[in-house]
């Protein structure tokens, strides 16, 4: 396929604001620290002391919306809350959570790992047949990722994108590997159409790898509008899957108890995650795009 689809041309560029709040900071940093400086030279460099200090922490801290707006979680008008698991497809736990998500009829999104993907497609299609929703997750989820050049950063998302559109589905929504982000991030997700998406909610489940009590973490402060992070990979022993499954399902049982409904974090956000294409790549006809509700009304800013 030709990687100019994936691209945007300055014709359906969507309108976006280039001023982050890194540049706004910025703009208040250096005449404070001028005005600061006609006081006493030394206080000038307690504004820039911040600033430079944000810019090494803001790409750990995803509600600062520093180097690029990330949406993190959905309005409150109604009691919805979205559910997405990164790092799948896995062959070990993808079946089992898709069939705990049709017990309980609840849509996710799944964040999903190129290369897994490529490994997995009987799975990728199965999460797309349910009718859930899948956004870009890396095609390497290297952890180092963000420490790249843009051009690397661009080909690790364009790689997975171009796994993906054999399913007949162009992500909009990527999700950083392990939620670092950098001021390189922006500038790409423009020119491939894409925008950032966060979460608000956690299990501190560490990739599955603590998976006790997972239930609790998410469901203690849970509310309106949230977008919980889970994870659809291994969690080690046999014993630890149960426990997971478990903790999912307690999960959804908890969200329901709460007054919230699960709904696609689409919805939640009034924002399409993913567009569905007419054909797959083999040119058969996209058989997925008749099971997935299109979004109405969606926001695209
Ligand atoms: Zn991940």
Redesign the pocket.
Known sequence: MGLEELHITSKNRYSVSYLTNACFLGFVALPMALILSFIKVVLAVIPLSIFVLLCFLAPFIQRLNFYLPIIRRGGSNNPLVAITF??GPDPYTTPLLLDILSKYSVKAAF?I?GERAKKHPELVREILARGHEVGN?SNT?DNLLMLKSSKALSDDIVDCQIVLKQFGIKPMAF?P??GITNPKLFRVLIDLNMFCIGFSRRALDF?NRRVAGMANRILRHIRTGDILLL?DCRPGPVMDVKIWLKEVENILIGIAGKGLIVESLSKVIKKPIMEQLMTRDDGEPNKTRLHVKQVKGANTH
């Open positions: 990164d790092d964040f790992i997750h989820h999700r590997p392990v990739g994870h």
